[in-house]
C-alpha cells in the first residue's frame, strides 16, 4: 500500500551567470626581446612597472601571433628584425586587463628574441600609445642583475628564465655569434645610439596616438654587413652574452669557432669594429660562409 506524500515548494535562488559558468582561463605572451649595444647586452622593459612587453592572447589567435603582432607593434622592420626566437617557458601570475575590471591568475608563455644586428631601432610613436605595456625604452641587462635597477618581485622570473634561455642556447650554438657579425655593418657607439632614440621620441610628440606615422615609409632598413669578421670580435660577442665574472676559457672558444667550419680566412686585419680609438690591435678576418636556417 502506498500513500501520497504531500509536494513541498522549495524556491531555488537564482545564481548570477559569472558564478555558474566557469572563468574563462587568461593566457599572456610576454616576448623579451634582447639586443647588443655597444658590445654589450641590453633588454627591452616598459617604462613602469618595469617588466617586459606583454599582450594578451585573444582567442581568435595563437600564441606565435600574439608574439608577432607584439614585435610588429614595438619594431621597425619586424619581420626582418628578429635573428633567434625561442620558447623559454611559462608562469602563472596575477594580471589585471587594461581598459576592463578582468583580473586574475593568468599563464604566461614567455618567449625570447634576439634582434639582428642594427635592427634594435623603436617605432617613433611608442611614446604617445595609450596602452603602457608598449611605452617602452632598452635596458642594460648588466643594471638589471647587479641590482641597480630594480624589478617587481612578479617580473624577475620572466626576465631570468628568457635570459637562461638566450644564454644556453649561445652556449649550445656559438654560430648564433658569427652569424650575428656576419651580419652586422657597424657597431655604434653608445652615445649615438641613445641620442638617436631620443630624437626617434621627440619627432611624434604633438602627435595624436591615432594619427598614421606616414613618414616610417621613407626610412631605409640597416645596412647589412658583408660576412666579414674577427675573432676577436666573435669573442667580445659571445662575452657580451654572459655576466662579467663568468669564467670563459678564450682558447676553447676560439676552436669551436673554427671547428663550425664556415669560417674562410682572408689575407687581411681588422681592428673591432666600434672599439677602432680605444684598441689599436688588429686581427685576422674571416669570411662567414651562410647557410640557408
Known amino acids: 500500500m502506498s500513500t501520497t506524500l504531500p509536494r513541498t515548494s522549495i524556491t531555488i535562488p537564482a545564481q548570477p551567470t559569472r558564478e555558474s559558468v566557469p572563468r574563462r582561463l587568461i593566457v599572456t605572451a610576454s616576448v623579451v626581446i634582447f639586443a647588443i649595444r655597444d ?52 608562469l602563472e601570475q596575477q594580471v589585471y586587463v587594461w581598459g576592463s575590471t578582468e583580473q586574475g591568475t593568468a599563464v604566461s608563455l614567455i618567449h625570447s628574441i634576439l634582434l639582428r644586428a642594427n635592427h634594435d631601432e623603436l617605432r617613433p610613436n611608442l ?28 617580473v624577475r622570473p620572466v626576465l631570468e628564465m628568457a635570459l637562461h634561455t638566450l ?3 649561445v652556449q649550445r650554438d656559438p654560430e648564433i655569434v658569427l652569424r650575428y657579425l656576419a651580419d652586422m655593418s657597424t657597431m655604434p657607439h653608445l652615445s649615438t645610439k641613445s641620442d638617436d632614440i631620443d630624437d626617434w621620441w621627440r619627432q ?3 602627435v595624436p596616438p591615432a594619427k598614421d606615422t606616414g613618414h616610417l615609409r621613407v626610412l631605409k632598413e640597416p645596412v647589412i654587413g658583408n660576412g666579414v669578421l674577427t675573432l676577436a670580435e666573435a669573442a667580445l660577442l659571445y662575452r657580451a652574452f654572459f655576466p662579467a665574472d663568468e669564467q670563459i676559457d678564450l682558447s676553447n672558444l676560439r676552436r669551436r669557432f673554427l671547428a663550425i667550419n664556415r669560417l674562410e680566412p682572408l ?5 673591432v669594429r666600434g672599439r677602432e680609438l680605444d684598441w689599436r690591435r688588429v686581427s685576422r678576418a674571416y669570411r662567414y660562409q651562410y647557410q640557408d636556417f
Do not use: F, N
Open 39 to 90: 658590445w654589450s647586452l641590453w633588454m627591452l622593459l616598459r617604462d613602469g612597472p618595469w617588466g617586459p612587453p606583454m599582450r594578451l592572447v585573444l582567442g581568435s589567435e595563437s600564441v606565435a601571433d600574439a608574439v608577432d603582432r607584439t614585435t610588429e607593434v614595438l619594431l621597425m622592420w619586424p619581420t626582418k628584425a628578429p635573428l633567434i626566437q625561442l620558447k623559454a617557458g611559462w
Open 127 to 154: 611614446r604617445t600609445q595609450p596602452v603602457p605595456s608598449l611605452q617602452v625604452g632598452w635596458t642594460p641587462v648588466m643594471e638589471i642583475e647587479s641590482g641597480q635597477r630594480r624589478l617587481d618581485p612578479d
Open 167 to 169: 644564454r644556453s642556447q
Open 204 to 206: 611624434d610628440t604633438h
Open 267 to 271: 689575407d687581411e686585419e681588422r681592428p
